[in-house]
């Protein structure tokens, strides 16, 4: 669907869908991004969500559409906030254009306040016959995300992933770069709307590159899928040539060129090339440690684990050591352990900060020892203190687990669940 949106955008702005299609796919090849967007997320409805809203910022105002915008981006941002830069400055600018143009301040505010109002009143009504709470849900899924996002990582900044990003896939880079050049030679003699919009989603991104403090594919996305809405303008470049067909045809040869690498670079990693961890900013296997296991070993031995614990056990690890379809004991989906936690960012008196001491987890091990425990990285996704807890766990509890060896990693498993298979 988002694909879809795309292939609108580039068929609306230059009349060739591929234009607006093409970029999406490419994006869609790179491991750090097409591997995101083949997951389950809620972001994924976000996305959809901010493009089908920035496609309609470039279109021909008139106040259903502006009512649209302001509708799509208030439901995109409760989703989940990673798209607030482009959505809020994109979508400031195209109201600004829409007051100039209608010459009509107050009915214009009327129809975004209108509509902000409806789809805020629909949220709180889908919530409350949930059973849940929208101001619950933005305490901590957006302000303290937010707050969260701004903590200065250990390794980089959202910008420098983005450059690390479009150097890697300079082909990406250029399509952005030329894009961005077609769109301020055709949209601004003179001001059109897909100028001011086309500002205002620039200026967002821009914010979100110096202002975030992370470097993972989920804030990296926003960004570039937010750019290659520009990648169309390209093709106005080479409208005035008589070959600017032929550059449609370099494109997507291009493109099948490049998607039969990466197809054929994933293939051979999951067959033969050693199962390495890759450098999340980088995306490069360089300086990342010893070889562990092809690919495909590595999800043959996941499957014998997953047969070895029942469905209603509960276990310790770390992603990839983690498998998955399993209760994880800690019952804390995630954290980014002593440099960035979430510890800092909760207040001491909230009900929540109990859940990432140490002595919770103890307590926890305790009443329910967990049928797997693998220790390779907690210190890293798990709160501060929480390997420590779980090595003296271990250590008081020898009898109870068996040591065996995992894709090249030690793990433990206990011994009951060893004797029933």
């Known amino acids: 669907m988002i694909g879809g949106i795309f292939a609108i955008n580039g068929n609306r702005l230059v ?75 994109g979508g400031g600018a195209y109201f600004i254009y829409c007051c100039r143009r209608f010459q009509q301040v107050t009915k214009t505010l009327a129809v975004a306040l209108g509509s902000a109002g409806a789809t805020l009143t629909v949220t709180v009504g889908i919530y409350q016959l949930s059973g849940c709470s929208l101001w619950q849900d933005l305490i901590w899924s957006h302000i303290f ?22 150097i890697r ?19 601004f003699r003179p001001a059109r709307v897909v100028g001011w919009s086309g500002t205002g989603i620039l200026a967002g991104v821009i914010l979100s590159l110096i202002a975030l403090g992370r470097y993972q594919e989920q804030y990296l996305a926003p960004v570039m899928v937010s750019l290659v809405l520009f990648v169309p303008f390209l093709f106005l470049l080479f409208g005035r040539f008589r070959w600017n067909q032929l550059i449609t045809l370099i494109l997507l040869l291009a493109t099948i060129g490049i998607s039969g690498h990466q197809l054929r670079l994933r293939a051979r990693w999951l067959r033969r090339t050693d199962h390495r961890i890759h450098n999340a900013l980088t995306e490069s296997i360089r300086d990342m440690g010893d070889d562990v296991e092809p690919g495909i070993e590595t999800l043959y031995a996941m499957q014998k684990l997953l047969d070895l614990i029942p469905a209603g056990e509960r276990v310790v690890g770390r992603w990839f050591f983690h498998p998955i379809f399993r209760f994880d004991q800690t019952f804390i989906t995630y954290d980014m352990g002593r440099d960035v936690s979430f510890q800092k ?67 433990y498993l206990r011994r009951d669940l060893r004797k029933q298979n």
């Open 169 to 187: 896939h300079w082909f990406i880079g250029l399509l952005i770069l030329g894009g961005i050049i077609g769109w301020i030679f055709t949209n």
């Open 345 to 411: 960012v909760i207040n001491p008196s909230n009900r929540v900060y109990q859940y990432f001491q140490p002595e919770y987890f103890a307590r926890e091990l305790e009443n329910n020892p967990p049928g797997y425990i693998c220790l390779q990285g907690l210190e890293v996704n798990y709160p501060p203190g929480w390997l420590e807890t779980c090595i003296d766990f271990l250590q008081r509890h020898k009898d109870m687990y068996e040591r065996l060896n995992f894709g090249g990693t030690p793990i």
């Open 15 to 89: 009349k060739q869908w591929l234009w607006g299609f093409i970029p999406f796919v490419l994006i869609l090849l790179t491991p750090k991004l097409g591997d995101f967007f083949a997951e389950y997320s809620i972001d994924h409805i976000s996305a959809l969500l901010a493009m089908g809203t920035m496609v309609l910022m470039f279109a021909k105002p008139t106040r259903l559409r502006l009512g649209w915008v302001v509708a799509l981006s208030l439901l995109s941002v409760l989703v989940t906030p990673k798209y607030i830069g482009p959505l809020f400055f």
């Open 145 to 166: 995300m937010f707050r969260w996002t701004l903590i200065d990582p250990v390794h980089a900044r959202l910008g420098q992933t983005a450059f690390f990003f479009l």
